[in-house]
């Protein structure tokens, strides 16, 4: 796959055709942009396209990801008109995992350079709905026009849309951008570098526009040395992925394999916690120190902040170690001292407002 992904996306009339070929050139790709609808020239998807519908995604992930493979879009490559969907959103989240997941598995073999560190780039050239149609229904004119002297004088004919001939059917067309592509891509801010870039204004000025936020964000990427070095410790998102599901599996599993322990930890919260947690029910935290010899057994624990986790607590225990004097040894006068091993829990939940009146 493509060592840097720019995947371009905008509301209809944004200007994605205008600024493509302008994005290549900067980047310094060579390779021509993937453009998804010319990806897509079946009569079924043309005819779902004409009414100003989604292609279905799973023609366009397959046709998509596999025109990646080309050889010739191993340096970077642009994609305009994807993702637009949630199903496709989640796909290309799928895709990077896989592709850093790759990077790690190979990362020290003879393959290393077959799969570079991956940089997706989301870019939405965003306009509001009124530009959006005039700058459609000025397309389909223009196409007309330029169609009619072809015809009169000999040419070539460009394709005209149906929905650029027509304001209702322009406005239709960006509201599902707005729906189906917008608030999924809107997702991917915190995934992937995202840039969203005001296309409203002169062709000149949406460009500025680009260099400048291709720019800021080229000083925060990672090296590739760097990212290699951290790339074995998983994200948070990978962790929490499964983590109901693993936590009543651990659950299940102590009361089955450990009851009488399980018993124990769960009479210790009923007793000792719960009273100290019911006086603290407005603030939504609760302190305590204990002395408890169940969490020597490190299981307990382990059980201790599952049963708070499972119950919608957020519990974290931490042992403090404490040399307590205990006496002085007469002939070196030496203090000698015992450890005290004290368990300082802190246990959050959400409090409860007290309503005031005015």
Same mark, same amino acid.
């Given at each position: /796959?493509?060592?840097?992904i720019l995947?371009l996306?905008g509301?209809?009339?944004?200007g994605?055709?205008?600024?493509?070929?302008?994005?290549?050139?900067?980047r310094?790709?060579?390779?021509?942009?993937?453009?998804?609808?010319?990806l897509?020239?079946?009569?079924?998807?043309?005819?779902?396209?004409d009414?100003?519908?989604l292609?279905?995604?799973r023609?366009v992930v397959?046709l998509?990801?596999?025109?990646?493979?080309?050889?010739?879009y191993?340096i970077?490559?642009?994609v305009?008109?994807?993702p637009?969907?949630?199903?496709?959103?989640?796909?290309l989240?799928?895709?990077?995992?896989?592709?850093?997941?790759l990077?790690?598995?190979y990362?020290?073999?003879?393959?290393?350079?077959r799969?570079?560190?991956?940089?997706?780039?989301?870019l939405?050239? /965003?306009v509001?709905?009124?530009?959006?149609?005039?700058r459609q229904?000025k397309?389909g004119q223009?196409?007309?026009?330029q169609?009619?002297?072809?015809a009169?004088e000999?040419?070539?004919?460009?394709?005209?849309?149906?929905t650029?001939?027509?304001?209702?059917a322009? *406005?239709?067309?960006?509201?599902?951008f707005?729906?189906?592509?917008?608030?999924?891509?809107q997702?991917?801010?915190d995934?992937?570098?995202?840039?969203?870039?005001n296309?409203q204004?002169?062709v000149?000025?949406?460009?500025? =526009?680009?260099?400048?936020?291709?720019?800021?964000?080229?000083?925060l990427?990672?090296?590739?040395?760097t990212?290699d070095?951290?790339?074995s410790i998983p994200?948070a998102?990978q962790?929490?992925?499964?983590?109901?599901?693993?936590?009543?599996?651990?659950?299940d599993?102590?009361?089955?394999?450990?009851?009488?322990?399980?018993?124990?930890v769960?009479d210790m919260?009923?007793?000792?916690?719960l009273p100290i947690? *019911?006086?603290?029910?407005?603030?939504?935290q609760a302190?305590?120190?204990?002395e408890?010899?169940?969490?020597?057994?490190?299981?307990a624990?382990a059980?201790?902040?599952?049963?708070f986790?499972?119950?919608?607590f957020?519990?974290v225990?931490d042992?403090?170690?404490?040399e307590?004097?205990?006496s002085?040894?007469?002939?070196?006068h030496?203090?000698?001292t *015992?450890l005290?091993?004290?368990?300082r829990?802190s246990?959050? /939940?959400q409090?409860?407002e007290? =309503?005031?009146?005015?």
């Open positions: /796959f493509p060592r840097e995947w996306n509301a209809p009339g944004a994605k055709g205008t600024n493509t070929d302008f994005i290549l050139k900067y310094d790709y060579s390779s021509e942009p993937i453009v998804v609808s010319d897509l020239l079946s009569p079924q998807a043309r005819k779902r396209m009414a100003g519908m292609v279905g995604d023609e397959d998509l990801f596999r025109e990646l493979l080309d050889v010739k191993q970077g490559a642009v305009d008109g994807f637009r969907s949630m199903v496709q959103v989640e796909c989240k799928l895709l990077f995992n896989r592709l850093n997941d990077r790690v598995e990362r020290n073999t003879a393959h290393a350079e799969f570079p560190k991956s940089h997706f780039h989301i939405v050239l /965003f509001d709905e009124n530009e959006s149609v005039r229904l397309r223009e196409a007309l026009e169609n009619k002297r072809a009169e000999g040419g070539t004919q460009v394709e005209v849309r149906k650029d001939l027509e304001a209702q322009a *406005r239709n067309r960006y509201q599902v707005k729906e189906r592509t917008y608030e999924p891509l997702t991917l801010r995934i992937f570098h995202y840039h969203l870039i296309a204004g002169s000149a000025e949406v460009q500025a =526009r680009i260099i400048k936020e291709l720019q800021y964000q080229s000083t990427e990672l090296s590739e040395e990212h070095s951290i790339a994200l998102s962790i929490v992925q499964h983590a109901r599901q693993d936590l009543v599996r651990r659950l599993d102590y009361a089955e394999r450990n009851p009488a322990l399980f018993r124990r769960v919260i009923q007793e000792k916690f947690i *019911r006086a603290h029910a407005i603030s939504g302190h305590v120190n204990s408890t010899p169940i969490f020597e057994d490190q299981l624990i059980m201790f902040i599952d049963i986790s499972e119950r919608g957020h519990a225990v042992l403090h170690r404490i307590v004097p205990e002085i040894d007469p002939k070196t030496q203090i000698l *015992r005290k091993k004290v368990y829990v246990i959050r /939940f409090g409860s007290i =309503r005031r009146g005015s």
